[in-house]
């Protein structure tokens, strides 16, 4: 079946980093988008990053651009996120998404993230206090 695992969270003070790792399995990895999304308590789910099926286009939001960086592996059917100068307010349940529906291939292409994201993985949580 449809498996979206999510690993690598945890506790960091600011200014660490951490990599989120994303492991699918069930279907054909190389034909989706994977997007991360996160949601803090209290306040709305937020796309934070994706990825063309190819890896040759990424999108970043402004929170966030210029200090994570997504990437993957399609042999291994994997997608990272590496978090670098973590700040408290990157606190949150992340989430990785996959979806081949042209829309969200085609936004995430052209620098967006969209489309409803067919499968989910179950979130791992990131936590950044010192």
């Known amino acids: 079946q449809v498996q979206l695992v999510e690993s690598g969270g945890g506790l960091v003070q600011p200014g660490g980093s951490l990599r989120l790792s994303c492991a699918a399995s069930?279907?054909?990895?190389?034909?989706?988008?994977i997007g991360w999304f996160r949601q803090a308590p209290g306040k709305e789910r937020e796309g934070v990053s994706c990825?063309?099926?190819?890896?040759?286009?990424?999108y970043y939001a402004d929170s966030v651009k210029g200090r994570f960086t997504i990437s993957r592996d399609n042999a291994k059917n994997t997608v990272y996120l590496q978090m670098n100068n973590l700040k408290p307010e990157d606190s949150a349940v992340y989430y990785c998404?996959?979806?081949?529906?042209?829309?969200?291939?085609?936004?995430?292409?052209?620098?967006?993230?969209?489309?409803?994201?067919?499968?989910w993985g179950q979130g791992t949580q990131v936590t950044v206090s010192s």
């Open positions: 998404a996959a979806d081949d529906h042209p829309f969200a291939l085609i936004t995430c292409h052209n620098g967006g993230i969209g489309g409803p994201y067919e499968y």
């Open positions: 069930g279907f054909t990895f190389n034909y989706y988008a």
């Open positions: 990825i063309t099926s190819s890896g040759g286009s990424t």
